[in-house]
């Protein structure tokens, strides 16, 4: 199920461009506002060694948002994963590889 309006504008999302390479973090932004979230900021990672993209979400996130950024973000990136994190309606969101 996609996940209501009123669901997506609660929750705050940063890309981080986990790799280095220029423009990966807008392209993630891109990816993510298109699906209707309002609240998405891009950045960059402490660290641009990424070989996946990770998904870290809080636990009171809905899981049918993390199953849709997670279908979404595969279309651009690979290999992506999630895993729980701590926070209130956070994602965060750390690049990787682009798909081939």
Do not use: C, R
């Amino acid at each position: 199920a996609t996940p209501a309006a009123s669901v997506k504008s609660g929750i705050s999302i940063e890309i981080q461009n986990g790799t280095g390479t220029t423009g990966d973090a807008a392209l993630g932004k891109s990816v993510v506002t298109k699906l209707g979230y309002t609240k998405v900021t891009a950045g960059n990672a402490s660290t641009q060694n990424a070989t996946e993209t990770t998904i870290i979400y809080s636990t009171d996130v809905p899981l049918s948002v993390v199953e849709e950024l997670t279908t979404a973000l595969k279309g651009t990136f690979s290999p992506v994963k999630s895993q729980s994190g701590s926070g209130k309606m956070t994602i965060t969101v750390i690049t990787g590889p682009k798909a081939s």
